[in-house]
């Protein structure tokens, strides 16, 4: 059962709300990604690999910049400053062609009736999802599952964050948007150290999904609470 003292859960998006294999949806990403350039003249092993580039900046970012300003700079790093001025196409392209990715996920229908019962009974509900995406490619993803960021209270974005996970700085600043001390909160998540660890270092209570589970490294799991996104009902008293 939630303890007395939480009124906030923090949600991770991709394996836990919505279930996947990372390396399945990142290869479907990546390939719409490319179409999507090509006609630009970008090649797609130079496009991803400035994708990963990028990407790899926004997780080391120490928070003197937001997520979005750190990516963009590497990234035309990479590729030539004339990219920057393809900004509104792939902005465009995370509300339109992303859609195509939804065939690399699967269904998870216990997921809007979670975040709805749990706002039903008063808690706030944030989406803290690795801020590596434009809000419009968080929104796109949520949809898949019949939910639209004005339902949660928080999305993290890559323009509202200067930190990722696993950095712990990350939840530090969740919390500081929300207005919520770490005692107030439980993470809900599928990767052991960027969702468990990591919120735990900074006094965030954390429960995790098994389903989707990642575990770079093997960490030991000891004591962390844990079960299927079935279970987290039940544990929740949702069920």
């Given at each position: 059962m939630l303890r007395e003292t939480i009124t906030t859960v923090l949600f991770d998006l991709d394996g836990t709300l919505l279930p996947m294999e990372t390396k399945t949806f990142t290869d479907a990403y990546f390939k719409l990604l490319a179409q999507k350039a090509a006609p630009y003249?970008?090649?797609?092993?130079?496009?991803?690999?400035?994708?990963w580039a990028g990407t790899k900046a926004m997780i080391k970012n120490d928070g003197t910049q937001p997520n979005d300003q750190r990516f963009w700079q590497t990234f035309a790093g990479e590729l030539g400053e004339d990219i920057q001025k393809l900004r509104p196409v792939?902005?465009?392209?995370?509300?339109?062609?992303?859609?195509g990715a939804k065939a690399a996920t699967r269904e998870n229908p216990l997921a809007k009736k979670v975040v709805e019962e749990l706002k039903a009974r008063?808690?706030?509900v944030?989406?803290?999802?690795?801020?590596?995406?434009?809000?419009?490619?968080?929104?796109?993803?949520?949809?898949?599952?019949g939910l639209r960021p004005q339902d949660f209270a928080l999305v993290t974005s890559y323009e509202s964050c200067s930190y990722c996970k696993p950095n712990p700085a990350y939840f530090a600043q969740v919390l500081e948007q929300l207005g919520k001390r770490p005692e107030e909160c439980l993470m809900v998540g599928n990767d052991v150290r960027e969702d468990m660890l990591a919120a735990q270092a900074v006094g965030i209570s954390t429960y995790?999904?098994?389903?989707?589970?990642?575990?770079?490294g093997g960490v030991t799991l000891g004591q962390i609470e844990r079960g299927s996104f079935g279970e987290f009902l039940m544990f929740a008293g949702l069920a």
């Open positions: 003249g970008y090649e797609p092993k130079a496009l991803v690999a400035a994708v792939f902005d465009k392209f995370y509300a339109e062609e992303f859609h008063g808690y706030t944030a989406l803290a999802t690795n801020p590596l995406f434009p809000l419009a490619g968080q929104a796109t993803r949520l949809s898949w599952l995790l999904i098994t389903d989707c589970m990642e575990n770079v």
